[in-house]
């Protein structure tokens, strides 16, 4: 089953600050969050399992909720690089397999 | 290290025909993977492969197969190419190693039906 994100998208002005959100109806294993600019290939950012900890990339932090199968990725003081779709990859079970979501289109303006 | 390498990185396909794409990584990862992304979209998953020899069906395998001889290389068959399979189409490959690694993509074929 897919993942939902929401916000579908976001628009922001440099500086501000960020929620995407990603939820399964299913028991997840793992999350994985990947940024995909125009044309290029998705970009992986981290992952958060199961019993672990809130994970950090620079500036750009995440978070698995387990009660709720929900993951937040938090993204503050943005920058112009930050533009992307931003996708969440769920496992379930210890499948090594990832059912991403329909993405989250993030816009970072001067 | 190259990473993950896709090939061709354009084509286009009449109606019917029939192609494989390519896919070969330098990273000695066990666990491959094939995804298509239609525009505006996400990833879909649509087969992948656990070693040499090992392969299963994931999201959307209609019209597809694969096969996995190699550790490295990972090629996805098109049989009679229809309309619906234009996308970009994405291979990818991890370890196996617990907890479980990232998937490093390659730079996608882009593939269009007419």
Redesign the interface.
């Known amino acids: 089953q897919?993942p939902v994100q929401s916000p579908q998208a976001v628009i922001l002005r440099e500086g501000e600050d960020a929620v995407i959100n990603c939820s399964s109806s299913k028991a997840l294993?793992?999350v994985?969050w990947?940024r995909q600019k125009h044309g290029?290939?998705?970009?992986?950012l981290m992952?958060l399992?199961k019993g672990?900890e809130q994970m950090r990339h620079e500036k750009i932090s995440a978070s698995f909720n387990e009660k709720k199968q929900q993951s937040s990725l938090y993204l503050t003081a943005s920058q112009l690089s930050y533009s992307g779709t931003y996708?969440c990859?769920t496992?379930v079970y210890?499948s090594?397999?990832?059912?991403?979501?329909?993405?989250t289109r993030l816009l970072v303006r001067p | 290290n190259a990473g993950v390498t896709q090939t061709p990185k354009f084509r286009i396909l009449k109606i019917g025909q029939s192609m494989t794409l390519q896919c070969t990584q330098d990273m000695n990862h066990n666990y491959m993977y094939w995804y298509r992304q239609d525009p505006g979209m996400g990833l879909k998953l649509i087969y992948y492969s656990v070693g040499a020899g090992i392969t299963d069906k994931g999201e959307v395998p209609n019209g597809y197969n694969v096969s996995r001889s190699t550790t490295e290389d990972f090629p996805l068959r098109l049989e009679l190419a229809a309309p619906s399979q234009t996308s970009v189409y994405f291979c990818a490959s991890s370890s196996d190693t617990r907890p479980y690694q990232p998937q490093h993509f390659g730079d996608g074929t882009r593939l269009s039906i007419l």
């Open positions: 897919q294993y793992s994985h990947y290029e290939a998705p970009v992986f992952i399992l672990g996708f990859g496992e210890s090594y397999k990832l059912i991403f979501g329909s993405g």
